[in-house]
């Protein structure tokens, strides 16, 4: 072979070397093209996503916290209004009606000031039965808060009545009536006892405010706890003075929890208690005042009288025996084992119940309806 020949067939292999390796680099390039897919527009659509998980009955979904803005949760209602409103009186005890007489100390004695103190109250309760937790006699001391007396026999010394105070020399007044189970006065004639002393020197007579018109605070007074707290009475006695519309009469006036502008109310007619219903937990102020028609004051040292008393209803209610002057029954609030003794019948009474019995429900009931099912008192306007 010629040298020409051998450089052809040499240049011959190299060009078929050449194209077999082109071959390859194509090759190898579409099948890259392929794994790689090619381009966007070749990608598989993308996955469906997971479907939602079922709210089974036991799972409880997830929920976020509302923002600021959202909807607030709902307020409680709102209490309803406090209000004082009249009542019917309770019945007059039967005839005889009961009457009370202060034998001790006797009107203007003269008491040494060293022994006052332990000097004994007496009294004389006609037509009256009375008992722990029943019918009871308020013995008041100078305007101060009345003590309850269930044993009319037993004597009771001022010091008991002077709520803690000294009694100075000078001028004192003492007063009592009947009282029921739940605190309203007897207001029948000869009921109201009202007798002045002095302790020490005696002075002059004849200035002598029992003669004048005198108003006698007696309810609300003190703690009031549980069913205790709802219808409460307000109650007091006048002397020497007639009630009458347009003419003299009382001024209520309550302010406490609840109350936004001063309750008031006006007696024209004594003998109408007044109730306090829808009493919140708090302290409460109630105002007494005798005054003329022209709605001016009329003077006298026990003729205006402010009171505090205090509410709870969550607390244990006491019993009317129990609690001796705090909290006990009023008219309209449950009152279990209470029972009004009150005068005597003229036909024989019933073992344990000496008295008359007003219709239930009424004041002075010894089974009154609760507040809450059967209002004892007409809605006043």
């Known amino acids: ?41 070749n990608l598989p659509p993308p996955p469906p996503p997971p479907p939602a998980p079922s709210m089974d009955a036991g799972v409880t979904p997830v929920t976020t916290t509302p923002s600021a803005t959202g909807t607030a949760a709902p307020s409680k209602p709102a209490a309803p209004p406090v209000t004082l409103t009249p ?67 037993a004597p009771v010394k001022l010091s008991e009545l002077a709520a803690g105070e000294a009694l100075t020399e000078g001028r004192h007044v003492l007063v009592a009536f009947p009282s029921r189970a739940n605190h309203e006065s007897v207001k029948t004639k000869d009921a109201l006892a009202i007798v002045p002393f002095w302790v020490g020197k005696k002075g002059d007579t004849k200035d ?26 307000v109650d007091f006695y006048v002397a020497n003075v007639t009630l009458a519309e347009g003419k003299d009469h009382v001024n209520i006036t309550v302010t406490g929890p609840g109350i936004d502008k001063p309750l008031e109310g006006k007696v024209e007619k004594f003998g109408t208690p007044y109730y306090l219903d829808n009493l919140q937990n708090g302290t409460y102020e109630v105002k007494l005042e005798l005054v003329d028609g022209s709605n001016k004051p009329i003077e006298g040292p026990w003729n205006s009288t ?76």
Request: glycine fraction near 10%.
């Open 208 to 233: 002598d405010p029992t003669k004048k018109p005198m108003l006698v605070y007696s309810r609300p007074k003190g703690d009031y706890k549980g069913e205790m707290a709802n219808h409460v009475l």
């Open 1 to 41: 072979m010629t040298a020409r020949a051998v450089e052809s067939s040499a240049a011959m292999r190299l060009a078929r070397t050449a194209l077999f390796v082109s071959v390859l680099a194509l090759t190898g390039a579409g099948i890259g093209a392929v794994a790689c897919g090619g381009g966007n527009d």
């Open 306 to 381: 402010t009171r505090k008393f205090n509410v709870d209803h969550e607390a244990p209610a006491e019993t009317a025996g129990g609690h001796g002057d705090h909290g006990a029954a009023d008219a309209g609030a449950p009152a279990a084992a209470t029972k009004d003794a009150g005068a005597a019948k003229p036909a024989p009474a019933a073992k344990g119940d000496a008295g008359p019995r007003p219709p239930a429900g009424t004041p002075g009931s010894p089974n009154p309806m609760p507040m809450q099912t059967a209002p004892l008192m007409p809605t006043h306007k």
């Open 87 to 153: 009542g019917a009186p309770s019945p007059d005890p039967a005839a005889p009606t009961p009457t009370v007489k202060i034998t001790a100390p006797a009107k203007d004695q003269a008491l040494a000031a060293d022994k006052a103190g332990d000097f004994a109250v007496k009294l004389d309760v006609k037509n009256w039965q009375t008992a722990p937790g029943s019918s009871h006699v308020h013995l008041i001391l100078d305007n101060k808060p009345y003590k309850p007396i269930y044993d009319t026999k």
